[in-house]
T-cell receptor, first 115, second 111 residues
Framework: NAGVMQNPRHLVRRRGQEARLRCSPMKGHSHVYWYRQLPEEGLKFMVYLQKENIIDESGMPKERFSAEFPKEGPSILRIQQVVRGDSAAYFC?????????????FGPGTRLLVL | GENVEQHPSTLSVQEGDSAVIKCTYSDSASNYFPWYKQELGKRPQLIIDIRSNVGEKKDQRIAVTLNKTAKHFSLHITETQPEDSAVYFCAAHFGNEKLTFGTGTRLTIIP
């Protein structure tokens, strides 16, 4: 039973480029969450998605950031025109569809470095 | 708003002794409280969780206690071992399916 998968594990971008981060939830999980972790800091919620729906994006910057979870394929976190401050580890987590109080399982993260 | 405070930020414990990490939360409606362990460069891993219908839960050397009246919960690690060294995060679920995390505790076990 494969866990949450993320790719790439490491991503280097120059300022102004686009970053696309992918997350495949655990089998049977339909809820996906994205978190950002700056060095030596905690996990900050960004967005919560179910298949084809954004449920809560209250933690996501209004500009340059977008997320989707299509009917087929992985969830994508997209950062346009990256800046140095976007450098961080981005983790996704997934949970089963029961709704509420369900354990979230984390992927290995994507470490984004913006030069 | 939703807020989780975690203390201490760093903790050093002699091997074999116990470690306690405490968290408080702001919303009395919170009903699910997981604890995650994160080793350097790795993903957060769930180590134990508690739901609001119980006051204490134990799994071998790890226990979590919950006081809903006071809105705080604690992680207890007994007989600490070097492999317990990591950053530990508490979290609270605020009813809207997202978790709010504490700021983390860096635990160092001194051999």
């Amino acid at each position: 039973n494969a866990g949450v998968m993320q790719n790439p594990r490491h991503l280097v971008r120059r300022r102004g480029q686009e970053a696309r981060l992918r997350c495949s939830p655990m089998k049977g999980h339909s809820h996906v969450y994205w978190y950002r972790q700056l060095p030596e800091e905690g996990l900050k919620f960004m967005v919560y998605l179910q298949k084809e729906n954004i449920i809560d994006e209250s933690g996501m910057p209004k500009e340059r950031f977008s997320a989707e979870f299509p009917k087929e394929g992985p969830s994508i976190l997209r950062i346009q025109q990256v800046v140095r401050g976007d450098s961080a580890a981005y983790f996704c987590a997934s949970s089963p569809p029961a709704g509420g109080m369900e354990t979230q399982y984390f992927g290995p993260g994507t470490r984004l470095l913006v030069l | 708003g939703e807020n989780v405070e975690q203390h201490p930020s760093t903790l050093s414990v002699q091997e074999g002794d116990s470690a306690v990490i405490k968290c408080t939360y702001s919303d009395s409606a919170s009903n699910y409280f997981p604890w995650y362990k994160q080793e350097l460069g790795k993903r957060p891993q769930l180590i134990i969780d508690i739901r609001s219908n119980v006051g204490e839960k134990k799994d071998q050397r790890i226990a979590v206690t919950l006081n809903k009246t006071a809105k705080h919960f604690s992680l207890h690690i007994t007989e600490t071992q070097p492999e317990d060294s990591a950053v530990y995060f508490c979290a609270a679920h605020f009813g809207n399916e997202k978790l709010t995390f504490g700021t983390g505790t860096r635990l160092t076990i001194i051999p």
